[in-house]
C-alpha cells in the first residue's frame, strides 16, 4: 500500500511539474540598435532544450519559473538570465569591445642618448671628442680632428651631458614620489619641496642599499619637520649678459 501511494505521489509531483514547464517566446536584438539577430542560440540547461532564434530573431523554448536560460551567439557577448514570468522577452546581445592592437616602440632615456651618440660617430667623431694616446701614433689625423674639430667639440659637450643625465635618471628612479610618499605621507608643496632640498646626490645612492635609502628619508623627514617643513630654495637669479653694444669692449 505504501508503494502504491509514493508511486502515486511521484506521478502526481512529475505531473505537477511538466504542468508548470510552458512555451516561453522572445526575440533577440543586437544591443544599442533594432537590429535582429538570427540563429542565436537559446539554451535551458535544466531540461537540456535547445532552441534558435529565426530570420526575425524570434524563438520559442519551454521553461519553467526560476529556470536559467542562456543565450549565446558567434560574435556576441553571451547572455544569461532568469525566468521570472512567462512573459515574452526581449533579449539584447552586445558585442565584445575589441581595442585596436597598437604597436608601443619605447625607448628609455639611455637608449636615446646612445642613438645621438650614434649620429656623432656617423659624422666622424669616433672618439667622442677624446681621443685615446694611442691614436695619435696610428690615427694622428683623426685624433687631430678630434681635438679641433667642430662635431667632436659638440660630441664632447654631448658626453659630458651624456654623463649628467644618466647620473640624473638614475636618481629619479630611486628617489622620487613614489618611494618618499609612502615613508613620509606628505602631498602636494611638501613633498615637492622634501624631493628638492633632500635629493641625494648620484655618488651617495652608488654607496646606499635599498635599507640605506629608507633610513636616509626617514632621517631627512625628521629634520624637514624639525625645519617647520620649509619651502624648496629659490634659484639665484643668472647674471645679466654683457652689452656686446659697449664700445669698450674687446676681441
Request: some cysteine; proline content about 5%; charged content about 25%.
Amino acid at each position: 500500500m505504501k508503494l502504491v501511494l509514493l508511486a502515486f505521489t511521484i506521478v502526481c509531483f512529475s505531473f505537477g511539474a511538466n504542468a508548470q514547464r510552458k512555451d516561453l517566446r522572445g526575440v533577440v536584438f543586437e544591443k544599442g540598435s533594432s537590429t535582429r539577430i538570427s540563429k542565436a542560440q537559446i539554451s535551458n540547461p535544466k531540461y537540456q532544450l535547445v532552441s534558435q532564434s529565426d530570420g526575425l530573431g524570434l524563438f520559442t523554448i519551454q521553461a519553467t519559473i526560476g529556470d536559467t536560460l542562456k543565450i549565446s551567439k558567434e560574435g556576441y557577448t553571451d547572455q544569461i538570465i532568469m525566468v521570472s514570468s512567462f512573459q515574452d522577452l526581449i533579449i539584447q546581445l552586445a558585442k565584445p569591445i575589441q581595442l585596436a592592437e597598437v604597436n608601443v616602440t619605447a625607448q628609455s632615456k639611455k637608449q636615446e642618448l646612445d642613438e645621438i651618440k650614434k649620429q656623432y660617430r656617423s659624422k666622424g667623431s669616433f672618439y667622442g671628442g677624446k681621443p685615446p694616446p694611442l691614436a695619435y701614433i696610428f690615427s694622428p689625423v683623426t685624433a687631430l680632428y678630434e681635438l679641433i674639430g667642430k662635431t667632436p667639440g659638440q660630441a664632447r659637450r654631448f658626453n659630458n651631458y651624456y654623463s649628467r643625465e644618466l647620473q640624473e635618471s638614475e636618481i629619479d628612479r630611486r628617489f622620487n614620489l613614489y618611494t618618499v610618499k609612502p615613508l613620509t605621507l606628505y602631498e602636494g608643496k611638501d613633498l615637492q619641496n622634501f624631493l628638492l632640498l633632500y635629493r641625494p646626490t648620484f655618488d651617495q645612492l652608488q654607496q646606499w642599499s635599498d635599507y640605506d635609502l629608507v633610513n636616509y628619508i626617514k632621517k631627512s623627514a625628521i629634520a624637514f619637520e624639525a625645519a617647520g617643513r620649509p619651502a624648496a630654495q629659490v634659484l639665484p637669479k643668472l647674471p645679466k649678459a654683457p652689452d656686446l653694444s659697449d664700445k669698450k669692449l674687446k676681441y
